[in-house]
């Protein structure tokens, strides 16, 4: 059996951009498609049940087949994507024999403990979230939940990331979170799938309530503010970000994953449609009850709980409107006070209404036509979070939250950050100057000086340390196969000082 093969990381990539350019393209331009639909029917031909057995090491081509073989059914009809969502399910199955760093140790429905390498793993789980919707499976499903367990509930971070590093790029033990730790920005890339497929699978909102976690914190701060450096790795204390990177993986998937937030904004099924984020503009949610729906929302959530949407179908047609409600307890490792959930206020055309909420969601059966609004008040309240005290790392330590944001403390903003936080209260203050507009927490320490703290997204944005090229520095070639194409020689800058000082950290001390 072979393991691995170099190639399908971008042959995953290809897929997924085939579907992406011909949904940008209306299905007007084929090409992508068309090449896309050989390159999976050349895997159909020549891998699966009586021909060749094998698996990817890097977990990626499975959802993307799936994705595929989904998309093909609706252009297409007929079951003509069945083919390639078999496939997938295959190479799922044919993973044995192997080692946990690649999810291949134990068969796949018989893994319960989330292990190895954390960026193949939330792939991997992908999938077979993906399968479990599929087929109804209930091997699957059960694998599914408790990997998710294991993982959400032992071994999550509170910004949303996971793979403490302990092993290879991966998971470490149960409760073992150190502050130095990996949590690779493609890792929270995948989470977000892994999540938004529980998502779809369960119509649950704990799992949108998860996504939008891992989006507003581990994932948005992989980048530096202006969009100009990346990070490798998202630590709960200081971080280093680069221009580039010997493994460049994480530059093309950050922004692929923030370029889909339409798609983890919206969700629908045979009922209505799911408004699972918060966040202006204007997206067309296709085949909802027999017709085009476009959703309009105007908000400046985070900052405020205050958010407004207007349902635009294109015949007036009876449907489920689901507007998530946020439920803050996102992991059982984590305890936030005061507790914060529910709406303050909920309006259909101005109307004040009282929603029954299920599964997280206030739901909305009516007929809707072009222009009805939806408005509801969200609760913003600063919260102060402790951990599970068998998580040694956090013992005595509380984390700040405001909505989704969890906070940092900076040297920056005060001349020592390893003070006790004072009890007084803590309050949430908007600094248009500070990081191009932030919602800032204020408080004080122990001794009674003043306490500032930064989301932890904008974290490292002010420390005038250098900004090397490419950790083990290389050549990079930015135009492979180009002709006379700019090649860029890695500058040998030094390296961030080593002086074990901590300019940022998540957790401070109670």
């Known amino acids: 059996m072979s393991l691995t093969w170099t190639g399908e990381v971008p042959q995953n990539a290809f897929i997924e951009s085939a579907i992406n350019h011909y949904t940008l393209t209306d299905g007007q331009d084929l090409r992508l498609y068309h090449a896309a639909k050989k390159l999976a029917d050349c895997w159909v031909a020549n891998i699966g049940p009586g021909k060749k057995a094998w698996f990817d090491g890097h977990q990626e081509m499975e959802q993307a087949l799936v994705r595929f073989g989904r998309f093909v059914n609706d252009v297409e009809g007929h079951g003509r994507g069945d083919g390639y969502i078999r496939l997938a399910q295959f190479l799922l199955e044919s993973r044995r024999g192997g080692s946990q760093y690649d999810q291949s140790h134990l068969p796949t429905v018989q893994q319960y403990e989330a292990v190895g390498h954390a960026v193949r793993a939330v792939y991997f789980y992908s999938a077979m979230a993906d399968i479990a919707a599929e087929n109804g499976d209930p091997d699957y499903q059960s694998a599914v939940i408790s990997l998710w367990d294991n993982m959400i509930n032992r071994k999550y971070y509170v910004t949303g990331g996971v793979g403490s590093g302990e092993t290879s790029e991966g998971f470490g033990a149960d409760y073992s979170l150190p502050h130095d730790a990996y949590c690779e920005s493609c890792s929270s890339c995948g989470l977000v799938f892994f999540q938004y497929k529980m998502n779809l699978a369960y119509h649950d909102a704990k799992y949108a309530d998860l996504y939008e976690e891992t989006l507003y914190n581990a994932l948005l701060g992989s980048t530096d503010l202006g969009g100009t450096t990346f990070c490798y790795t998202n630590p ?275």
Not at 322 to 350: M, Q
Not at 359 to 365: D, E, L, N, R
Not at 405 to 422: F, M, P, R, S, W
Not at 467 to 477: E, T
């Open 236 to 510: 709960l204390t200081n971080t280093e970000r680069t221009l580039w990177n010997q493994c460049p993986c994480c530059v093309a998937n950050i922004p692929r994953t923030l370029l889909m937030l339409p798609t983890w904004t919206y969700v629908k099924d045979d009922k209505g449609l799911y408004v699972n984020l918060f966040v202006g503009g204007s997206v067309k949610v296709e085949g909802v009850a027999g017709t085009d729906v476009t959703m309009v929302q105007r908000t400046d959530y985070p900052k405020s709980g205050a958010i407004s949407m207007s349902v635009h179908p294109a015949v007036a047609k009876t449907f489920t409107v689901n507007v998530r409600i946020p439920d803050r307890k996102t992991s059982a490792l984590y305890h936030a006070v005061p507790e914060v959930s529910g709406y303050l206020s909920f309006r259909v055309n101005g109307e004040l209404v009282r929603p029954e909420v299920k599964k997280g969601y206030a739901q909305i059966t009516r007929e809707w036509r072009d222009g009805d609004q939806i408005d509801l008040v969200l609760p913003m309240q600063v919260q102060r979070i402790s951990c599970d005290p068998r998580v040694e790392a956090n013992r005595g330590k509380v984390a700040l939250r405001y909505g989704p944001l969890v906070y940092n403390v900076e040297t920056a903003d005060q001349t020592a950050i390893d003070k006790k936080i004072g009890g007084d209260p803590i309050l949430a203050e908007w600094r248009d100057g500070l990081l191009g507009g932030v919602t800032v927490l204020r408080g004080k320490w122990a001794d009674g000086s003043p306490m500032t703290a930064i989301p932890y997204y904008a974290r490292m944005n002010r420390t005038n340390l250098t900004v090397r090229f490419s950790p083990g520095g290389a050549v990079v070639n930015f135009a492979p196969g180009a002709i006379g194409g700019p090649v860029t020689q890695a500058v040998q800058e030094p390296p961030v000082p080593e002086d074990n000082k901590i300019y940022s950290q998540t957790w401070l001390r109670a």
